[in-house]
């Protein structure tokens, strides 16, 4: 008896965890960019984001939020962040470009929709609110910043709750700030002129590309244009991952 009702809750469980896997994909919300063209990069800044360059792109659509702790373990089961105790709505951290991977294969095969990282210049379009927008959104300078981004100077030595600062022009929420953001590309520098202009992504190099900052970055550090990289390991709990979701 105590052997079959163990049964029965463990099958529970595996029902409930895949239930909650299935839905993930719909629990996330996303935003439609447009298509269009935008100069990409910045003649300031640091080197690596130099020099300006046209950028042509299809129309995307991209995660409202960051992925979110609670979203992370509905598909994987787990949650690998340090700042667990923030809750299921803050952005899952600690995650590596490789359990990106594993998260979108595991999510594709709910069958709810097909996801991918975005590429870089996907990212940097609609954090600038599809190529409108300077280094932050919104007319907002770097003395003004916590309007939009939990950067170092307001974050309290940790990350926060998604969209509980101001949305860009599109709607979307902690691209400057909160956690940094895996996308597709191998990191180039300076950005690789060989590539064509349209959805351009580097595929060459050992190291991948990370965009936005984080809640351990002051507010240079946290513009649109920012550029950092990491091997495909790496974990850290600064670092996390917002989705594309194909037509």
């Not at 294969?105 to 379009?125: C, D, F, I, M, V």
């Amino acid at each position: 008896m105590i052997n079959k009702l163990k049964i029965r809750l463990l099958v529970g469980s595996l029902l409930s965890l895949a239930a909650a896997g299935a839905a993930a994909g719909d629990a996330m919300e996303f935003v439609r960019v447009p298509a269009g063209c935008f100069d990409m990069g910045t003649n300031g800044g640091e080197i690596h984001e130099r020099p300006v360059h046209r950028v042509c792109l299809d129309s995307f659509e991209i995660g409202k939020t960051e992925v979110t702790q609670g979203q992370w373990k509905a598909v994987m089961g787990i949650n690998p962040s340090r700042f667990s105790a923030c809750g299921d709505n803050c952005p899952v951290e600690q995650v590596s470009w490789d359990d990106a991977q594993e998260f979108i294969r595991a999510l594709n095969a709910k069958k709810q929709g097909t996801y991918r990282l975005p590429t870089e210049a996907e990212w940097e379009y609609a954090c600038r609110s599809a190529g409108k927008d300077g280094a932050y959104p919104n007319g907002i300078t770097p003395e003004s910043v916590q309007r939009v981004a939990w950067s170092k100077e307001f974050s309290g030595g940790q990350s926060h709750p998604v969209a509980t600062r101001e949305p860009n022009g599109l709607g979307i929420y902690d691209m400057n700030g909160n956690v940094w953001e895996w996308v597709q590309d191998t990191f180039a520098t300076p950005y690789d002129t060989g590539l064509t202009p349209n959805n351009p992504v580097h595929e060459t190099g050992e190291k991948r590309v990370l965009r936005g900052g984080s809640w351990d970055g002051k507010a240079p550090y946290v513009r649109c244009q920012i550029r950092n990289r990491n091997l495909p390991d790496r974990r850290d709990w600064r670092l996390g991952v917002r989705l594309v979701r194909q037509p």
